[in-house]
Structures are given as C-alpha cells and as structure tokens.
C-alpha cells in the first residue's frame, strides 16, 4: 500500500466515525515557542488545554513534522525521519479513552479488502500506566487483546503533562512485534523502546487528570478533568514501512527513490555490504526530503531559527552525497525525485517546485564554494592537531576552529563533524569564547557608530545575551510544544 494511500485511509475512517478532517498546518509552527510542527497536537493545543472552545467536538488529521532532536538517530535507526507525518485523531470533551482504543484497533486490524490496515492483531504490544485499569480493561475485555502484551510503566515512562500544574494523563503507545528475527521475545513485559524488534506505532494520550505542583514526573493529581481530552499521533513512515515489508522508513515509497537515483549516481549498491554507505544514503534521502518540505513552507537558509535548522539539512545531505562520491552537484538529481515521490499527497510541491529548487540550488553552490574554500585549511588544521598530539584523541585549537569559521565561513558543526569523521576533537569551548569576544566587540563597535562614544551602561545590559548558542536544537519531546 502506497504512504498516500495509507494517509488517505485514516482521514477516511476518522471521517467516518464523524471526525472534522482538518489540513495540515505549515511545518512553520504556529506556536510562538516552538521553532517547527513537532506533533499532531500543535494546532490543537488550546482545545485540548480547554483553554479554546474548538469549533468541532472531534478531529483527524495527517500533520507534516520536523523533529531536529531526531537528527542524529536519522539512518541509524529504522524508525527517525527528521521531517515525518503524524497521523492523529482528537476528542475535545467528546469520546475519551474506550472509544479511542475501539478506534485504534479497529483500524489497525481490519483486513485492508474493507479499509482498514490489516496488521495482525496478536502482533500488537501496548504500553499503560501502571494505574489505568480502564486503560487495561478496554484493551483485553474491550478489543480482546492478550493480557501478556500490555505492558504496565511508571509514570516516568507513560505519563503525558505540560511541564506545569493544569492537564496531565496517561498514555497508551502501540507497537508492533517485527518478529523473532529482530530480537528476543519481551520477556516480562519489556518492549524495549530503543530495540528493533517492537516498533512504536501509535501513541494515545488521554488527557484525564489536573496536576499540582512538582518536578519531572513527581506531583500530585488533584482530580479528574471536566473536560477530557484525547490526543493521538501515528508514525505515518512507520505503519508504511510495516505495510510495505520494508526494513525502515527510508525503503518506503515517499522515499526510497532517492536512494535509487543516488545508486544510479554512484555506482554503488544499497545494502550491498557497507553499513557506512547505507546510513550515508539515508541521510541523503531524509535530508533531501526534509529541505523540500521546509522550503516548500516558506523557509530559507539563514543563520539562525529554522533558516539554519534548513541550511543544516541541506549541507548535511549535500556532503552525506559527496562522501559517497557524488562530485558535482547533487540536488539538481535528487530533488526532483524526492518531489516527485511526495507529491500524491502534495500536489503544490509540483507547482512550487521552481521556487522551491531555486532556493535549495542556491545553497548548494554557496556551500559548495564554502568546502571548497576551507577544506585544505581544515585538513592541514587536523594534520598539524595529529602531529601535535601526545597522546590521547588530538585536539584542533578553538582559535583554529574560529578561523575558519570567521575567515572561509565555515560552521562549528561542519569543522565538529569532518575533524571527528579523522579521530580529532575540536576544543568548543575556546571557539565559543572566542565568539562570544567576537560578538561584544562588534556590539560595542556598533554601539560606539551609533552614539559616537561607547556607552558602557548599555553595553552592559547588552553583554548578557551575548552568548548565544549557535543551533538550536530542537525540543525532546512533545511536553516542550506546551
Ligand atoms: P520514539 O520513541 O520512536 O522516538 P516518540 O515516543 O518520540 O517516538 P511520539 O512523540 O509519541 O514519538 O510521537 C507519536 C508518533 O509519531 C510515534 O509513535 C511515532 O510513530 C511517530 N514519530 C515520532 N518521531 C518520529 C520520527 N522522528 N520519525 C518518524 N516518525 C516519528
Ligand atoms: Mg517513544
Ligand atoms: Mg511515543
Ligand atoms: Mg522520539
């Protein structure tokens, strides 16, 4: 089943259990907090704190994501795309945990001839608090699932709140059982979230309680909501890459043909034997999809916010695609079929694309003319680091560091990752200093244009938030969106 079709199907069933079905917000988040659409729930969080009357009692949609925290489990695991599509349904003081579990199971479990996913019921694993019977009761009396595959966690583990007193509820997070040839059977009940055997599908929180004060997990429930609220989201990628009988989310359909055409670049095979090579194809093909999608919404590469969050993807993928041995440009390939792979579920990807591909072509040759410019003065940097070393990781100077990026622009995560891709550490923390010195000294500089003389009253004041850090990184987890 192709991933439109798939997307399709749940807006479909949603429907039909009387769900508006709403469109995706821009991955722009619409929240002032959060830099990018993390979840499902991002456009609906004022309905689901109650503190917005929604105009509808009940919701589905197919929300576009970017998860930077991802990005380093991008390739490596089979499960992390930095940009993926959340599928979720949502109750504002309508239905609650019962029917959103009766929902879940029935879509995934009934046969595909009559529009449901078709996944084999006794395959499925869910997680609960350890508390919620009901949770517990709905799932083995209710939708007959084996007792031995719910699994009860401490509040650490299952537990959704906003970091501060007001709504707070369990969870209940579906996986699916890949079988023995992905590890061991989960002896006592252990799902193993990091492992790939138990894949994490589908999470439903139910927004039950109202919490008081305490740190992390460590407060009082003070009672039942009046308004319950429920709050789903499903891996879109992920249910594909089970329903295709693929490997990981970067074998389906949406994405996979970029790998294909980087094979044809190349010469060299996926899955042919270097594990290096097939995360570095992965990378490529996420971080290709990624760019497209946050262009598409109206990002351009910048320095800061969700222009260097974009600018970071496209680098990131262009030098993935050089270390496999793609000379020239990449993007002017790999693009194209990255759109064209996507665009069944968006069709304004075709009718942008000129837009789009004349941003991210721009930023690869600019990028291009920043590696050619610094990479012998960094592969001369970490010679000289090596001779230097007397044992131990060697370290390239923070002043070093500093050069390049001041003289031949070129970014502390590139120097960070291309020294470490040779075994040397970079010191950062004298790079920072060095910036930060960097930044003061520019600050007064155009403070002293301004008033004539520097006022160090207001230089001062401007000292302490001199030092800010270079990238963001991107909230953890969903309690950040709130
Ligand atoms: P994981 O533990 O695998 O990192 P998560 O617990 O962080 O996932 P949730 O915040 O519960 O994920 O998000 C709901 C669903 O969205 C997940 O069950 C999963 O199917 C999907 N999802 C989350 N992060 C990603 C990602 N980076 N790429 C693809 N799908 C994702
Ligand atoms: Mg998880
Ligand atoms: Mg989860
Ligand atoms: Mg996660």
Known sequence: MRTAEIRQRWLDYFGSKGHEIVPSVPLVSPDPSI????????????????????PWPRAASVQKCIR????????????????????????????????????????????????????????????????????????????GLDPKHIVRLPREENFWDT??????????????????????????????????????????????????????????????????????GAGLERIAYLLQGK????????????????????????????????????????????????????????NEGRGYVLRRLIRRGVRAARLLGVDGVA????????????????????????RISDVAYAEEDAFRRTLAAGTTILDTAVSRAK?????GTPVLGGAEAFQLHDTYGFPIDLTLEMAAEQGVQVDEKAFRDLMATQKQRARADALAKKTGHADLRAYESLSKDLVTPVEFLGYTDREAAV
């Open 35 to 54: 830099l990018f659409t993390i979840a499902g729930m991002v456009p609906f969080i004022p309905y689901i704190l109650g503190t917005e009357t929604a």
């Open 68 to 143: 930077t925290n991802d990005i380093e489990n991008v390739g490596r695991t089979t499960r992390h795309g930095t940009f993926f599509q959340m599928n979720g349904n949502f109750s504002f003081g309508d239905y609650f945990k019962r029917e959103a579990i009766d929902f879940a199971w029935e879509l995934l479990t009934t046969d595909q001839g009559k529009g449901g996913y078709g996944f084999d019921g006794d395959r499925l694993w869910v997680t609960v608090w350890e508390q919620d019977d009901e949770a517990f009761d709905a799932l083995t009396k209710g939708v």
């Open 163 to 232: 970091g501060r007193p007001g709504p707070a509820g369990p969870c209940a997070e579906w996986h699916y059982d890949r079988g023995p040839a992905y590890g061991p059977e989960a002896v006592g009940g252990n799902v193993d979230p990091g492992g790939d055997r138990y894949l994490e599908i589908w999470n439903l929180v139910f927004d039950q309680f109202v919490r008081g004060e305490g740190q992390g997990k460590d407060y009082p429930l003070l009672g039942e909501l009046d308004h319950k609220s429920i709050d789903t």
């Open 247 to 302: 490997e990981n989310l970067f074998e389906i359909d949406e994405v996979f043909p970029v790998i294909s055409r980087l094979e044809e670049m190349t010469g060299k095979r996926y899955g042919a034997g270097s594990a290096e090579d097939d995360v570095r194809m992965r990378v490529v093909a996420d971080h290709v999809r990624s760019s497209l999608m946050v262009i598409g919404d109206g990002v351009r590469p910048s």
């Open 331 to 354: 993007l002017p390939d790999l693009l194209p079929v990255s759109k064209d792979a996507m665009k069944a579920s968006y069709p304004e990807l075709e009718t942008d694309f000129t």
């Open 387 to 391: 001779a230097g070393s007397t044992g």
